[in-house]
């Protein structure tokens, strides 16, 4: 069946609303209770859109992960990056990490749960890391996860899901995410919107549509836990769970009731966006940080903005930013990726002029051109490893900078997370909170190329015309004043 759009406001007004002083009283003491701590595999850096005061690494050996297991909070990040990765090298790293999750959690006696943090768009290697972890936690912590949680929803990113159908809001429309060009993606496309059908689709009918369960928003806005409790308790076989949600209330009241569940002694995986990971893990609420917060005055170097994601919201905001004053724009034309000898002289023309327009104070925006570039092999695998070998040629224009700039920023999910961990060298970050909602800042690390830099991880799909723009004001101490 072919979902059709719908209007946001319609349908927020077709459903009754919370007590939500009580929804939150009664999630608090449901998460208060739970001794489980909670490892949150992101694959890229964009899952820390909602959460603030945590800590984020960026590689799983073991003496890593027990260090996470001992930074004093419920919640701990692992960047994978598996989205940029192949499905093998995937397979082979989600195999690590849950052997070197099982061991910490055994050395140290405590339960843990697992988050597969994924793109609120539904692209990623699906089923394949969830079902790796499942492995992982029979064979090596005795664990048989009864089900699979599903949980898209992302307010801050518009995504909603209602009636099993998962949508990506364009101002007050709601579109079916198997309609967006999201969908459309050349690695990890799918039809489906309907998630239960995106279910069978992704898994090739291992799991059928008439199999997956779901909790629905009238047992969510009913608070009706003993109803969401029995379809938790019904999973078995690693079944899947959808969960349809409107708002962070919604989740809420799900895991209210998923914390009863797993206090019975039953086990989950999740795959969800970041919304999920908040209320789980107890995170407060925290308006974005302000531009005394994150503005550096003491360094009058430039900034660096670098834009590598061609999703059409990146364009659109680039060409907001384009209308600011006092900054400079380098092209990059990645173009050039199959001619070594022309993609290098193209790269080194780039990082010159960088270095030259923000040793002296102008703060540069690097912009990879805005044309696709595809190979066309009809292989996705082909055009994964194309864009590897560009978003590495983007990230190394930050590695080979030699003047430290007043503030980074990276916008697409590939392209922050390899600024992140190969450029910066970050190896454990404090996530600061958000510049704009759904716009995470990472504090970087004593062991960073630049130690103790904000640095703003701007997804490519989230954000209005002029988020960006805004971005960059907050950051820049040279800038425009905020119109």
């Known amino acids: 069946m072919r979902e059709t759009s719908r209007s946001l406001s319609e349908l927020l007004r077709s459903v009754p609303d919370y007590d939500s002083a009580r929804v939150r009283q009664e999630c608090a003491q449901a998460v208060d209770s739970d001794r489980h701590k909670l490892i949150v595999l992101d694959d890229d850096p964009t899952g820390t859109q909602t959460v603030h005061d945590v800590y984020v690494y960026t590689d799983w050996q073991p003496e890593t992960v027990a260090e996470a297991f001992d930074d004093g909070?419920?919640?701990?990040?692992?960047?994978?990056?598996?989205?940029?990765?192949?499905?093998?090298?995937?397979?082979?790293?989600?195999?690590?990490?849950?052997?070197?999750?099982?061991?910490?959690?055994?050395?140290?006696?405590?339960?843990?749960?697992?988050?597969?943090?994924?793109?609120?768009?539904?692209?990623?290697?699906?089923?394949?890391?969830?079902?790796?972890?499942?492995?992982?936690?029979?064979?090596?912590?005795?664990?048989?996860?009864?089900?699979?949680?599903?949980?898209?929803?992302?307010?801050?990113?518009?995504?909603?899901?209602?009636?099993?159908?998962?949508?990506?809001a364009s101002g007050d429309t709601l579109v079916p995410a198997g309609q967006t060009e999201f969908a459309g993606d050349r690695t990890f496309g799918y039809r489906s919107s309907d998630l239960r059908e995106w279910v069978e689709e992704k898994t090739g009918g291992e799991y059928p549509a008439a199999g997956v369960l779901s909790v629905t928003l009238d047992e969510l806005r009913r608070c009706d836990y003993g109803a969401i409790e029995q379809k938790l308790r019904a999973l078995k076989g690693f079944s899947k769970l959808i969960v349809n949600a409107l708002s962070d209330d919604d989740i809420r009241v799900f895991v209210t009731a998923l914390c009863r569940v797993m206090g019975e002694g039953r086990h989950f995986l999740f795959r969800s966006a970041a919304t999920l990971v908040k209320v789980m893990g107890g995170i407060s609420d925290k308006p974005p940080l302000t531009r005394a917060e994150l503005c550096n005055t003491k360094n009058r170097n430039?900034?660096?903005?670098?834009?590598?994601?061609?999703?059409?919201?990146?364009?659109?905001?680039?060409?907001?930013?384009?209308?600011?004053?006092?900054?400079?724009?380098?092209?990059?034309?990645?173009?050039?990726?199959?001619?070594?000898?022309?993609?290098?002289?193209?790269?080194?023309?780039?990082?010159?002029?960088?270095?030259?327009?923000?040793?002296?104070?102008?703060?540069?925006?690097?912009?990879?051109?805005?044309?696709?570039?595809?190979?066309?092999?009809?292989?996705?695998?082909?055009?994964?490893?194309?864009?590897?070998?560009?978003?590495?040629?983007?990230?190394?224009?930050?590695?080979?900078?030699?003047?430290?700039?007043?503030?980074?920023?990276?916008?697409?999910?590939?392209?922050?997370?390899?600024?992140?961990?190969?450029?910066?060298?970050?190896?454990r970050a404090r996530v600061m909170g958000q510049i704009l909602p759904g716009v995470p800042v990472w504090e970087t690390g004593d062991e960073s190329k630049f130690p103790h830099m904000p640095y703003v991880i701007f997804p490519g799909n989230v954000g209005g015309t002029d988020a960006l723009r805004e971005a960059v004001y907050k950051m820049d101490p040279n800038g425009e004043e905020e119109g």
């Open 73 to 168: 909070n419920k919640v701990s990040f692992f960047l994978t990056n598996s989205r940029g990765v192949t499905a093998e090298e995937s397979r082979r790293m989600h195999l690590d990490i849950g052997r070197a999750v099982a061991a910490a959690a055994g050395e140290r006696g405590v339960p843990y749960a697992i988050i597969s943090r994924s793109d609120s768009t539904l692209r990623g290697h699906y089923p394949l890391e969830t079902a790796v972890l499942r492995q992982t936690m029979a064979q090596y912590s005795g664990i048989e996860a009864n089900g699979e949680i599903i949980v898209p929803f992302f307010r801050e990113g518009g995504r909603y899901t209602a009636d099993d159908v998962h949508y990506v």
């Open 302 to 427: 430039g900034g660096i903005v670098v834009i590598g994601s061609h999703v059409n919201r990146t364009t659109q905001q680039l060409a907001a930013l384009r209308e600011a004053e006092g900054l400079h724009f380098i092209e990059f034309n990645q173009h050039l990726a199959l001619d070594d000898a022309a993609f290098e002289q193209e790269l080194s023309r780039v990082v010159n002029e960088a270095q030259q327009s923000i040793g002296q104070g102008q703060s540069t925006v690097v912009y990879t051109r805005r044309e696709r570039f595809d190979r066309n092999t009809g292989n996705p695998e082909d055009e994964l490893r194309l864009a590897v070998k560009i978003s590495d040629a983007v990230t190394s224009i930050v590695a080979r900078l030699t003047v430290r700039p007043n503030f980074v920023i990276a916008k697409g999910g590939i392209t922050s997370s390899d600024i992140g961990t190969r450029a910066l060298r970050c190896r």
